[in-house]
């Protein structure tokens, strides 16, 4: 069975790659690899999948859930520059794809256990821009 919940957060970004030029950086990135940086209202998705619990009828607590997903991920990255706020994107760009990941690798831990197991981290950038980063092969 998959469980999903969902969560929002505002951040700010620019898509800069340190090792390369200015020049290069707007080549990449467009208008994105502008300096001042820009901002989006993101919208998570994150699936676990697991059998409900025989005496409790749950996959995993939803309560729980959102505690991890507030701790991990809306504390940290609500209203922040990511490049400057918010390790590791000091060091890699702030993609939605670099975002996905990093949200998966703050979750991964805290929510598989036993035969729960995070399936998916979909991460909206606008409605009709996302990522899927999971633990499904892609075809």
């Not at 996959?59 to 991920?73: A, G, P, S, T, Y």
Request: hydrophobic fraction near 35%; charged fraction near 30%; glycine fraction near 6%.
């Amino acid at each position: 069975m998959l469980l999903t919940r969902k969560a929002e957060f505002s951040a700010s970004h620019v898509c800069v790659d340190p090792r390369r030029s200015d020049a290069e950086n707007r080549a990449i990135y467009g208008a994105n690899a502008n300096p001042n940086g820009h901002g989006h209202n993101y919208v998570l998705e994150v699936t676990v999948e697991g059998e409900p619990d025989p005496v409790t009828g749950m996959v995993f607590d939803l309560r729980e859930l959102k505690q991890i997903l507030n701790e991990e991920v809306v504390e940290p990255m609500d209203h922040r520059f990511l490049n400057r706020e918010v390790p590791p994107f000091d060091r890699i760009v702030p993609t939605t794809e670099n975002l996905a990941a990093e949200i998966w690798r703050r979750l991964d831990s805290r929510i598989g256990r036993g035969d729960v197991r995070l399936r998916n981290v979909r991460l909206y950038e606008t409605s009709d821009l996302y990522v899927d980063y999971g633990s499904e092969p892609c075809a």
